[in-house]
T-cell receptor, first 113, second 109 residues
């Protein structure tokens, strides 16, 4: 049973470096999401994709970009990492979009120094 | 603005009952979710309410009152493994999920 796989699980990164967090799902879900989770704050949506070939901006998109070339993969790229991007990043997918249960990956803990 | 409020932390005793409240103010409403998140792990789905009333699922129940913008999650027969954060989330009129900051539940023996 795979579900959603994220990589890497943890990474320390120097400020200014480019970083791509990978996310792959095997459930054939149309909708996919990237969230960041910071202590004391709720999950905040970075970017989303309702179906392959389309993406949209969430609540906190600045400094991040995504692509959705196919149904299974939804990578998140930090073009030039900054310390404020230190966070835990969760990828999620849903069969029914905003009204459906979200399935989360195990998370990627990113530290930007 | 859109807002979801839940208590930051609650403490309960093993074997007891605890109620975690969630109040929301959103632009429209298309459903309310509860997720459980153990420390260092991903959130997992617990319940979904779209109509008023109580939904029961084993030891967990979730209640919704749309007119009051209010929900609660009721956990019965608490076990140590129930120690986790409980996240309330509401789907707004644009079908975007708005998340609360979560309630950390501490279970004491």
């Amino acid at each position: 049973i795979a579900g959603i796989t994220q990589a890497p699980t943890s990474q320390i990164l120097a400020a200014g470096r480019r970083m791509t967090l990978r996310c792959t799902q095997d459930m054939r879900h149309n909708a996919m999401y990237w969230y960041r989770q910071d202590l004391g704050l709720g999950l905040r949506l970075i970017h989303y994709s309702n179906t392959a070939g389309t993406t949209g901006k969430g609540e906190v998109p600045d400094g991040y970009s995504v692509s959705r070339a196919n149904t299974d993969d939804f990578p998140l790229t930090l073009a030039s990492a900054v310390p404020s991007q230190t966070s835990v990043y969760f990828c999620a997918s849903s069969a029914q979009g905003g009204n459906g249960e979200l399935f989360f990956g195990e998370g990627s803990r990113l530290t930007v120094l | 603005g859109q807002n979801i409020d839940q208590p930051t932390e609650m403490t309960a005793t093993e074997g007891a009952i605890v109620q975690i409240n969630c109040t929301y103010q959103t632009s429209g409403f298309n459903g309310l979710f509860w997720y459980q998140q153990h420390a260092g792990e991903a959130p997992t789905f617990l319940s979904y309410n779209v109509l008023d009333g109580l939904e029961e699922k084993g030891r967990f129940s979730s209640f919704l009152s749309r007119s009051k913008g209010y929900s609660y999650l009721l956990l019965k027969e608490l076990q140590m493994k129930d120690s986790a954060s409980y996240l309330c989330a509401v789907t707004d009129s644009n079908y975007q999920l708005i998340w609360g900051a979560g309630t950390k539940l501490i279970i004491k023996p």
